[in-house]
């Protein structure tokens, strides 16, 4: 896959931590990482590490993956980067004899997989990671919420940047947006597109089902409470 520009762009990954400052989702994953007993976490599409590095200073063998190096990049460059292991790729490219306790998704990045054939496949490759027993992790917006009617237009200024969102196409269950940045002190404009794939819970259980996982719950993201689901699911064996 090939990241987006606002995690691809060093100037917007830069930026990413400041957008997304509210991470109260990330205290529901690590809740679950104690009720699943795991002591070994995959973090898919781990972008800047926030989530990574919170584990890692809890002592825990941590692994991020991301297909945008300037993410990594930001994630390298803060304080105890150097206690997760950080892999530019995705979860098709994982290495061999990598073994993990738990692989998660966080941020709704499950969504970014558009077409069955790059779900299916990011699925097998966190299959194939996870120890029999080991488990998944993951959210997902709930499609019938419609969330993206309330994206156009939202925006903000502070200080040298002005940012906003753009609807670009609802083609259900497909919908496209765009981020759009204005930087004051050169008058820069970056935009970046992204397109996200609105799954029910019926299709995610199947897909799940087709991977070889059990499924083992299905919750409410307590966070935002009617909007999302949080999937767990396990490897047998």
Not at 149 to 177: I, S
Not at 207 to 221: C, E, F, M, S, Y
């Amino acid at each position: 896959m090939t990241p987006d520009p606002i995690f691809a762009h060093p100037r917007l990954a830069a930026l990413y931590d400041e957008l997304e400052a509210d991470r109260a989702d990330l205290d529901h994953y690590e809740a679950l990482v104690d009720e699943l007993g795991a002591g070994s976490v995959l973090d898919v599409g781990c972008g800047t590490g926030v989530f990574a590095l919170r584990l890692a200073a809890r002592g825990l063998d941590v692994v991020g993956v991301d297909p945008a190096a300037a993410s990594l990049a930001v994630a390298r460059g803060k304080p105890g980067a150097d206690r997760v292991r950080w892999i530019d790729g995705d979860a098709t490219t994982l290495p061999p004899d990598l073994a993990v306790d738990l692989a998660v998704m966080t941020g709704n990045v499950a969504q970014v997989f558009t077409t069955d054939e790059a779900w299916a496949a990011t699925l097998a490759g966190i299959h194939a990671t996870l120890r029999p027993g080991g488990h998944l992790v993951f959210e997902t917006r709930r499609p019938e919420v419609r969330a993206w009617e309330g994206w156009d237009g939202l925006g903000e200024r502070t200080g040298d940047l002005e940012w906003w969102y753009d609807l670009v196409e609802v083609a259900e269950p497909l919908v496209t947006f765009r981020w759009s940045f204005r930087f004051a002190s050169d008058d820069a404009l970056l935009t970046s597109d992204s397109t996200l794939r609105f799954r029910t819970r019926a299709e995610v259980e199947a897909t799940l089902v087709a991977a070889g996982l059990v499924l083992d719950d299905v919750r409410d993201a307590p966070d935002r409470p009617g909007k999302e689901l949080v999937f767990v699911a396990h490897r047998p064996g």
